[in-house]
């Protein structure tokens, strides 16, 4: 079964910064655009960022454009998130995801168990 | 930015009741409209896409509807096991994957 296997969260002071990594397995990992999806605590989900198969479209949330970066290695079939400035409220658990489409409509059929940030002095 | 609303934001129901969650959104997005499923300390299950679609291995007591601004998710015979937080998300706007703020569903 496809599975998403996310790592890199931890504690960090306000203005460090972290790399997430997520290792995706049993599927063709070229296929997908992958994404984060982020959960401040006791908060619902905001989208983070996507990158698309060969990396030719990378998207931001406005709230993290300039300061996080997204990347993948389809040779290792890993997606990353960079994630630098890191402020309190970029507090959550971080979601790696897989985009698929049906109907041209895309959804996050795949998702990891998340790895946490906390941004706190 | 679309924007989505969900109602309600909790409610409480009893085993084999009908319940249904809506979602609005601030502008039409045809059928670009998915319904995830959040049970505590989980990470979030794709239950509907494009609406109207049971995502496989989904129960059928799960069923979506609407298209425009309107939207549904109906659990025809609330189980003990669908006591969850329940998120709409629109993929209308690339790249903005807006989600609404949840519903929670909880037991009676």
């Known amino acids: 079964e496809e599975q998403l296997v996310e790592s890199g969260g931890g504690l960090v002071e306000p203005g460090g910064s972290l790399r997430l990594s997520c290792s995706a397995s049993e599927f063709t990992f070229t296929s997908y655009t992958m994404s984060w999806v982020r959960q401040a605590p006791g908060r619902g989900l905001e989208w983070v960022s996507s990158i698309s198969s060969f990396s030719d479209y990378i998207y931001y949330a406005d709230s993290v454009k300039g300061r996080f970066t997204i990347s993948r290695d389809n040779a290792k079939n890993s997606v990353f998130l960079q994630m630098n400035s890191l402020r309190a409220d970029d507090t959550a658990l971080y979601y790696c995801?897989?985009?698929?489409?049906?109907?041209?409509?895309?959804?996050?059929?795949?998702w990891g168990q998340g790895t946490p940030v906390t941004v706190s002095s | 930015d679309i924007r989505m609303t969900q109602s309600p934001s909790s409610l409480s129901a009893s085993v084999g009741d009908r319940v249904t969650i809506t979602c609005r959104t601030s502008?039409?997005?045809?059928?670009?409209l998915n319904w995830y499923q959040q049970k505590p300390g989980e990470a979030p299950k794709l239950l509907i896409h494009?609406?109207?679609r049971l995502q496989s291995g989904v129960p059928s007591r799960f069923s979506g509807s609407g298209s425009g601004t309107d939207f549904a998710l109906t659990i025809s015979s609330l189980q003990a096991d669908d006591f969850a937080t329940y998120y709409c998300?629109?993929?209308?706007?690339?790249?903005?994957?807006?989600f609404g703020q949840g519903t929670k569903v909880e037991i009676k």
């Open positions: 995801t897989r985009e698929a489409i049906a109907v041209t409509v895309y959804s996050f059929d795949y």
């Open positions: 494009a609406a109207s």
């Open positions: 502008q039409s997005i045809s059928i670009y």
């Open positions: 998300q629109q993929s209308y706007s690339t790249p903005q994957r807006t």
